[in-house]
């Protein structure tokens, strides 16, 4: 088993690197033209720019996984702001895409849990689809539309879970059928579990994003590994890219569901040596709050089990 690993968004080995500078909606509007273009662009920038430098991070470690942050570009989705988030850009957007491919780096984006297809609300879908579109616009300006998903939460259940799931199953309609080709659904750690986003993937066509840390957080006493994980694997077949997995710890027994600054190997093992029984490549996401620190610790420290081979800085074979 290869297992290959990556980080989300921020590189903080590098300093003053946050590829996710904001500005508020109210400091837009307390500003003029062209202040208030002047300082999105610069902003924006900062953070193609940021993004750039988190890339070469990945390519001198070799760390072959990275996830762009959704807030690339403050106020992209906001209905009262309107601007051109793509064309003054074009050659940051061009040399992001071309280390991608030159490099063979898998990349994704992960909205925030305010996009999602379940509520009644047809404003709260609206909305979500205008977030797909969003990042997948960016992709397209990248030109990684064909390759990097877009993962999200089912969403909320609002008191009634099946009806929720109903609605989910409408509402996505509404997403254009591109971009739903690059979308993949993730278990949470409180609503939704592996084995009902599993349920919704298969009856989607969609893959599914298998996160350990929410399965232990939120699972049933019917819920197996040795169940879910061929229906997982399975989600990922005809694709050209390995399953994709999350990983993080507990900050702490009364704080389980919050993610550690680091991994800790001994929760994440079990895990792991299910996965090997099936004997399946599998990308690796850390989730921990220390990011690429905490993924190279965690290659570390699984690099001293017995049969844990380290091919490269942020690969290993099992």
Known sequence: MILRFGYVSHALSLWNASPAGTMTYKNWSSMKEPDRTEKLQRITRSNLENTIRALHFNIAHRIPLYRFSSSLVPLATHP???????????????????????????????????????????????????????????????????EAYINLHVGGAYGHKKTAVDRFHENIKKVPAAVKEQMTLENDDKTYTASEVLNICETQNLPMMFDYHHYEANKTMEESLYDILPRFFATWENRNVPPKIHLSSPRSDEEFRSHADFVDPSFVQPFLQALKRCGRDVDVMIEAKEKDRAMLQLVEDLTSIRGVKRMDEGILEW
């Not at 984006?109 to 960016?138: C, E, I, W």
């Open 80 to 146: 009262e702001v309107e601007w051109d988030y793509i064309t003054p850009f074009r050659d940051l957007y061009e040399e992001i895409g071309r280390l991608v491919k030159t490099h063979q780096l898998r990349t994704s984006f992960h909205p925030n849990q305010f996009t999602l297809f379940t509520s009644d609300k047809g404003q709260v879908t609206d909305n979500a689809v205008t977030d797909m579109n969003y990042h997948y616009r960016v992709l397209e300006a990248m030109g990684l539309s064909d």
